[in-house]
């Protein structure tokens, strides 16, 4: 098992987001997550990589017990790799030096060498003449291609994607899909939050509909969206199918 | 006029060894503020209230007193109690250094908190340390956003450093009221004096702008 998520709660103050989360994914697993806003999908994926603190409950990557004060956390993040709703690229920087500087500073990876993968890896998001050009030059789908190529350089065993196309413009959506589609198919496994009920249907192997901090409804992602079983999921697809 | 000129001329070699050490008061006062305001910085943002509470003590101290007390204080105070006498050079270094800190530190903070979280958040996610964070991502980002209140700051050190000529630190206000007194004049001492400082601080400004630019062209 990649991910187990066992007994989770999150709370912001006394404001409950989270309330008893159950969740694995196995290995090379698509899992979509989809709900309305506020539900707590982005904030389940913000606990599997500690970016917030758990309230309760226990969380288990490979075995590790993540939520365990001992827990060797930047060592974990380093297989755990995200993707942001706001691209977060590195404005300083160039495109290159986005992709390397974790490669070289984390995991030692000699410069030449890690320049090479991030080359390829250009390659592999489809923007290869990028390399030289710094983040506030490039689209938006672009920014958000060299984001996943960033996260992919540390040679991740699972991806995290936090709605990655809800701030691009509708035409640039389909381009950060088609890589994202690539990945799935290269075997990576991965937990997307999204608005997209296409991508969803296409390569999620299993849909999840969160709402108000509940996992209501899991299932294949055929099954959830043509006989849905609980009525806040039909309420909830019946606006956005 | 030619009279002038010739009071001018035999002061010189006073003012300029005045002007120099005008420059090394204010560039001491630029290189030991920026480190010990970085490290006073760094301590202000603890997450510990306790270790936290003597670095907003030294700021606020530093901040809300004048520097001229400041500057007695080191010169009588501090300096006789560390060395066994006193000495107004170090006392004006010390003094200087110790004030500006105080001030580097919170633009420093206000710098560091401009960053979006967004850009920390992606360091730690790739793996990087709450450090590597800060040196590679957040910190180089935060010196661009600085510089012009750095180089503010820089600008008004330069005037300050006037200031120690009252603990008879030969620099070049006190070399204008030397000048002044032996000859019972007051316009030509001052005003010398005014255009050097000038010259100082426009050379500042224009390095500053310099550096701005250079930054924003990456």
Redesign the interface.
């Given at each position: 098992m990649m991910i187990e998520v066992d007994n989770l709660k999150k709370s912001f103050g006394t404001n409950e987001v989270l309330k008893n989360i159950n969740l694995s994914v196995e290995k090379q697993e698509v899992v979509v997550v989809i709900g309305p806003s506020g539900s707590g999908k982005s904030t389940l994926l913000r606990c599997i990589?500690l970016?917030e603190t758990t309230t309760s409950g226990h969380i288990r990557i490979e075995g590790v017990d993540i939520t365990d004060k001992k827990a060797d956390i930047?060592?974990i993040?380093?297989d755990?790799?995200?993707v942001?709703q706001?691209f977060?690229?590195?404005?300083?920087m160039t495109v290159l030096d986005n992709i390397m500087?974790?490669p070289i500073?984390?995991?030692k990876v000699p410069k030449a060498r890690a320049e090479e993968k991030a080359r390829e890896l250009l390659g592999k998001v489809g923007l290869a003449d990028k390399a030289g050009a710094?983040p506030d030059s490039l689209s938006g789908g672009q920014k958000q291609r060299i984001?996943i190529a960033?996260?992919l350089a540390?040679e991740p065993k699972m991806m995290l994607f936090d709605e990655p196309t809800s701030a691009l413009d509708p035409e640039m959506v389909g381009e950060v899909l088609d890589v994202m589609k690539q990945l799935a198919k290269d075997g990576m496994t991965m937990v997307v939050v999204t608005h997209e009920m296409g991508f969803a249907r296409e390569v999620g192997d299993r849909v999840i509909f969160m709402d108000g901090g509940y996992i209501v409804e899991e299932n294949e992602p055929n099954e959830l969206f043509s006989h849905p079983h609980e009525q806040r999921t039909i309420s909830f697809l019946s606006k956005v199918l | 006029m030619q009279s002038v000129i010739h009071l001018i001329t035999s002061y010189l070699p006073f003012f300029w060894s005045g002007t120099l050490l005008t420059i090394a008061f204010s560039l001491s006062g630029v290189v030991f503020g920026t480190i010990l305001g970085l490290g006073i910085c760094f301590g202000k943002m603890l997450n510990n209230k306790y270790l936290r509470f003597p670095f907003i003590c030294y700021i606020t101290f530093f901040r809300g007193t004048p520097l001229f007390v400041q500057i007695l204080l080191v010169h009588f105070g501090l300096v006789p109690l560390i060395l066994g006498q006193s000495n107004g050079i170090v006392a004006g270094i010390v003094a200087l250094s110790l004030n500006e800190a105080a001030y580097i530190a919170e633009v420093f903070r206000a710098g560091i908190q401009s960053i979006d979280g967004g850009q920390t958040e992606a360091a730690r996610s790739l793996g990087m340390s709450q450090r590597q964070a800060m040196r590679y991502i957040v910190l180089p980002q935060a010196v661009r956003r600085v510089l012009p209140p750095m180089g503010n700051e820089f600008i008004s050190l330069i005037k300050d450093s006037s200031l120690v000529s009252a603990i008879a630190a030969p620099e070049l206000t006190y070399w204008a009221q030397a000048m002044g007194a032996q000859y019972s004049i007051v316009w030509t001492p001052y005003l010398t004096i005014s255009f050097i400082y000038l010259i100082l601080t426009l050379t500042m400004s224009f390095f500053v702008s310099f550096l701005e630019r250079r930054m924003a062209t990456k």
């Open positions: 990589n970016l930047n060592k993040r380093e755990v790799g995200m942001f706001q977060n690229l590195f404005p300083h500087l974790a500073k984390v995991k710094y984001a960033r996260a540390m | -």
